[in-house]
């Protein structure tokens, strides 16, 4: 691979880092909203999961990370007994949303660490500048 934009990496890290971001804001969301029963419109919350893309690929194939879309999670809801709710059915069921805390907690943690991995990226490309620049002088 001929590296000819020595701003390539750092592109492909901040983009990587831009989406982590953006991940990790959803999954914010969807552990704020984990007992949201009604979402304004007499629905319960829905997970929101972004869906990655690549973007500016170049000759090489070498290309950036971004988000293509994000989108409602549509599996089942839980139903829960609780007779006494407000919102509860003639059974005495509310439907839940279907956020699950272990698996959003996991994808947190997965998001944090894609995240730090492109920051350490950007770090040694900054000491690798830095030491390019004391040779020069």
Known sequence: MRIDNTFGSIDIAVSGMRAQNTQMELISSNIANARTVDNGQGQPYRRLQAVFCTENEDEDGVAGVGIESITQDMSALDRVF?????????????????????????????????????????????????TTLELLR
């Open 82 to 130: 609780d007779p006494g709710n407000p919102k509860a059915d003639a059974a005495g069921y509310i439907t839940m949303p279907n956020v699950q805390l272990p698996i959003e907690m996991m994808n947190l943690s997965i998001a944090t660490r894609a995240y730090q991995a492109n920051a350490a990226i950007l770090r040694r490309y900054q000491k690798m500048v830095e």
